[in-house]
């Protein structure tokens, strides 16, 4: 009996110290959220630039870009611009060209389209 009793508070103590070990957080795997690379990115700009589609998500532009006339402003290719994307916050990504242009957009929550398609 006096075997199993020594057993059994190293059982005990080898339990107690496990779960006090561990200090850190569990890891957690990254999500779309997760800040990312600039990547490249081909952005739509023929019916100016409001808003895009990037990694899974709907982001629209802040503030919204146009000739007055629902065309890219002056100095942007059309109909689409290349440059890169990167998602600089939870909620925001970033476009930047050659052309020095620079993009904020701005997540749309669950969004599953575009607010207004742009057709040719």
């Not at 020095?100 to 040719?120: E, I, N, S, W």
Request: hydrophobic content about 35%; aromatic content about 8%; glycine content about 8%.
């Amino acid at each position: 009996m006096r075997r199993h009793s020594g057993w059994v508070a190293v059982v005990v103590m080898v339990a107690i110290t496990a779960g006090c070990g561990r200090s850190e957080p569990p890891e957690v795997a990254p999500t779309a959220t997760a800040l990312s690379e600039a990547v490249p990115f081909v952005l739509r700009t023929h019916c100016g630039i409001v808003e895009t589609k990037f990694d899974g998500r709907y982001y629209e532009a802040v503030p919204p870009l146009s000739d007055g006339q629902e065309n890219p402003p002056p100095g942007w290719d059309n109909p689409e611009q290349s440059g890169t994307m990167q998602i600089i916050s939870p909620t925001e990504a970033e476009f930047r060209d050659a052309a020095g242009h620079v993009v904020l957009f701005r997540v749309r929550p669950q969004a599953t389209a575009f607010k207004r398609p742009c057709t040719d």
